[in-house]
């Protein structure tokens, strides 16, 4: 890359253009055109011959159907009905059956995955991630993570404790009913129980194993058990949400309340370990068939209608939610062992063959199967092909309306925790931005005019209040979220002796959820996460306006360097802020996810609906979409600079202390009303002279009125202006310095 003197005086690295948009060629491997932030976003050009999204959402997917046409795969005749023989008969049980393991090998296609939205958003390819993973990591080794100021009792995936409080007896609702078993009964409200991976026994999900998403610079110390609340006594400031939390601990030893400890910082330095290892998988492998119509048991005379429904949406459904349905299974099987229902040995039969499966699956060599309508229907099948009648005991009790809902809070609790540790990651490159420009005084706005002056890593840190408030939401909605379906079946439970305290503690959740017809028919939880994350996005969005409003000539106040910047295909001059107006853009289609489940949700009768399996795409939509809208922020953040020189010189204009002028007069006893006259018509003054407030001489404000001293001066000026807001959470240097230390200390930024 060459250097270049831009138009504009700044300096700008010649870019590679791309192959694949105007340039023509398609050469994926090339660098993306005028795009130095290839690495997040995909160059228009790389759609081409891509399925659109809108297409594929509304369509069978696109990988299906590619595979079909292109003849990629063997055409499996068309099966009657997944009751009855999709469930293969081995060992001769009493299901007639195709015997699915012994058809022809299968030939192997390796199509393209479905264009994710993720490859829109940022279509990484491997070497790169790796090495702007390095980079982040080499970027971040100078942070040293602090305790969190907030300290709960360590968990690991090791201690049952945690796993202890889900129980009944430590869920401690307000008024605990006691169900026939002589349980206490789930609680009214929810307990805020910190999630460990399940493991139960040999054959539980791997996660303990499993290595941890996060790098280990982010990871907080662990924390000395019965140490609370190390700030408060200290009178040190903590976020609104840690406020609330502390009172609960303060005022109760109850254990819900502890827990409750857990901030949304606590979940970004301390995650909890994830059911999945999906991150290592390799993509579905669908298996394109003629779809059964599944609505009649596929065994119906063939019709037009509803056919454009037929394609289930096997590959984006299995790729996030596989893990969590063989954990829902694998607890599932040992609940049934251990209440009789299933003997030990079907049990560890079970068992080995989710293991296999998840091998299978982890392994890209899983064959989805789009006759098989959804997840739960291919993995179950799939066991039997594999292990034969033990497999056909595990839908004991069980329904997939309670399977799905179950997988689904599991996804979300998994996402949630995704999304914390990413607020977290560009709350602390806004505060390290902040830490840069300690002393840099910018004009506030209002109405986006002119109104105070205020220093910059204030604005800064009102980013990061505001990422704090979308955290504890997320948090609140994980914690409401997570109570276990499962047991509940289609609707009304069951009549044989399940134990769903056991699946909900052995699934990590709070406790099972109290009314089985409620369990299978809500998605509130869905939309509470998709207002989270639209609120997020709002946030998120007005950062991005903002941060492309002052990149614009006008206002000229911030650089984004060329590696978070787009060029033009046709005016050599021009440097886009691309980034952040496609997390502008992002926002869009999140509170568009949001609409969708609204609308979709509120026509429904109680109980499962099949219009319920339409929530997942605006879910994962949306998930993927704050994800990204995050990492661009956060990369954003750490590639700009803010002009202070343009900034300073700005300054004079507009009266910034105008306002301080008056809050003098005020000290001088004058009526604040008054003093706003008088400053009125000494501003009035200034523009007729075309001069600042502090250019104005003591006899030209005495003119105005004659309270005016020679003190006058401590007040005018913007540095001066500055430096007479004193009150809490003010813009005052010490207000200001006192918060950043605070912000780097919670977030655990060494100094
Ligand atoms: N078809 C059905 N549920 C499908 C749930 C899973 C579906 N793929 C989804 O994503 O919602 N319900 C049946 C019961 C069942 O199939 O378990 C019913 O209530 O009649």
Redesign the pocket.
């Known amino acids: 890359m060459s250097t270049v003197a831009t138009p504009r005086g700044r300096s700008s690295q010649r870019r590679t253009r791309c192959k694949c948009a105007g340039g023509g060629g398609g050469d994926r491997a090339a660098a993306c055109c005028f795009n130095p932030l290839r690495s997040l976003f995909r160059c228009p050009g790389r759609g081409r011959g891509r399925r659109s999204r809108s297409r594929s959402r509304h369509t069978t997917p696109s990988k299906v159907r590619d595979a079909s046409v292109a003849g990629g795969v063997e055409q499996q005749s068309e099966e009657p009905s997944f009751f009855v023989y999709a469930m293969p008969n081995q060992g001769g049980g009493d299901g007639v059956t195709a015997d699915h393991s012994k058809k022809k090998k299968k030939k192997k296609h390796s199509k393209p995955r479905l264009p994710s939205i993720r490859s829109c958003f940022r279509g990484k390819k491997n070497k790169e991630r790796k090495a702007n993973a390095a980079a982040v990591v080499a970027r971040r080794q100078a942070l040293t993570p602090a305790p969190s100021l907030v300290t709960h009792p360590p968990h690991s995936p090791s201690t049952p404790e945690k796993t202890q409080a889900a129980t009944p007896s430590a869920t401690q609702p307000p008024s605990p009913a006691v169900t026939e078993d002589g349980r206490t009964n789930s609680p009214a409200t929810p307990n805020r129980i910190i999630p460990v991976t399940p493991r139960p026994g040999k054959h539980s999900t791997s996660s303990a194993s499993a290595p941890s998403p996060f790098p280990p610079q982010w990871q907080q110390p662990k924390q000395v058990e019965g140490l609370e609340i190390v700030e408060v006594a200290t009178g040190e400031r903590l976020s609104a949400h840690d406020v609330g939390l502390i009172e609960m601990v303060g005022s109760s030893a109850d254990v819900s309340a502890e827990s409750s400890v857990k901030s949304s910082l606590d979940y970004a330095n301390d995650p909890p370990q994830q059911l999945t290892v999906s991150s290592k998988r390799k993509p579905a492998v669908v298996k394109a068939t003629e779809p059964t119509r599944v609505w009649l048991n596929g065994n119906a005379v063939k019709g037009k209608a509803g056919e454009r429904f037929t394609g289930p949406p096997v590959a984006g459904?299995a790729d996030e939610l596989w893990a969590h349905d063989i954990a829902c299974s694998r607890v599932h099987a040992v609940m049934l062992a251990e209440t009789g229902l299933i003997t030990a040995g079907d049990k560890d039969i079970i068992l080995e063959g989710l293991d296999q499966i998840e091998k299978l699956i982890q392994d890209g060599k899983f064959e989805w199967r789009t006759d098989r309508?959804?997840v739960?229907m291919n993995i179950e099948a799939a066991l039997i092909e594999k292990v034969g009648e033990p497999a056909k005991k595990l839908h004991t009790a069980r329904?997939?309306?309670d399977q799905?809902v179950t997988d689904l809070r599991l996804w979300c609790r998994d996402a949630i925790d995704k999304i914390l540790f990413r607020i977290k990651q560009f709350q602390v490159s806004l505060v390290l931005l902040a830490s840069k420009y300690v002393d840099l005084i910018v004009p506030g706005y209002t109405h986006l005019q002119r109104a105070q002056p205020v220093l910059l890593p204030h604005l800064l840190l009102s980013y990061v209040e505001q990422l704090e408030r979308d955290a504890g939401r997320l948090v609140n909605c994980r914690e409401r979220l997570n109570f276990c379906p499962l047991g509940a079946c289609?609707l009304a439970g069951t009549g044989l002796p399940i134990d769903r305290f056991k699946t909900a503690k052995d699934l990590k959740f709070t406790a099972p959820m109290k009314n089985s017809i409620d369990a299978v028919s809500d998605r509130d939880f869905v939309l509470e996460f998709l207002a989270a994350n639209s609120i997020a996005a709002v946030h998120l969005s007005r950062i991005g306006e903002e941060w492309v409003l002052w990149a614009s000539e006008e206002f000229g106040f911030l650089t984004p360097s060329d590696s978070v910047s787009t060029g033009s295909s046709i005016m050599p001059q021009k440097k886009n802020p691309d980034p952040m107006e496609l997390v502008r853009g992002k926002s869009a289609r999140v509170f568009g996810d949001l609409m969708t489940v609204l609308t979709l949700c509120k026509g429904l009768p109680q109980a499962?609906n099949?219009d319920?399996?339409e929530d997942?795409e605006p879910l994962f939509d949306s998930v993927k979409a704050v994800l990204g809208m995050l990492e661009v922020c956060t990369e954003f953040a750490q590639n700009i600079s803010f002009n202070s020189k343009r900034i300073q010189s700005s300054l004079p204009a507009g009266y910034l202390d105008a306002t301080t002028l008056a809050d003098y007069l005020v000290k001088k006893g004058v009526p604040f009303r008054t003093s706003h006259e008088i400053v009125g018509r000494s501003v009035a003054l200034c523009v007729s002279k075309n001069c600042q407030l502090a250019e104005l001489g003591l006899d030209d404000l005495k003119s105005v009125h004659p309270v005016f001293e020679g003190d006058v001066y401590e007040y005018l000026g913007v540095e001066n202006a500055v430096n007479k807001f004193i009150s809490y959470g003010s813009t005052g240097s010490e207000q200001v310095k006192k918060q950043l230390e605070d912000w780097r200390t919670q977030l655990g930024i060494s100094s």
Do not use: G, P
Request: hydrophobic share 20%.
């Open positions: 459904e309508e959804d739960h329904s997939r309306n799905i289609a499962y099949r319920l399996q997942k």
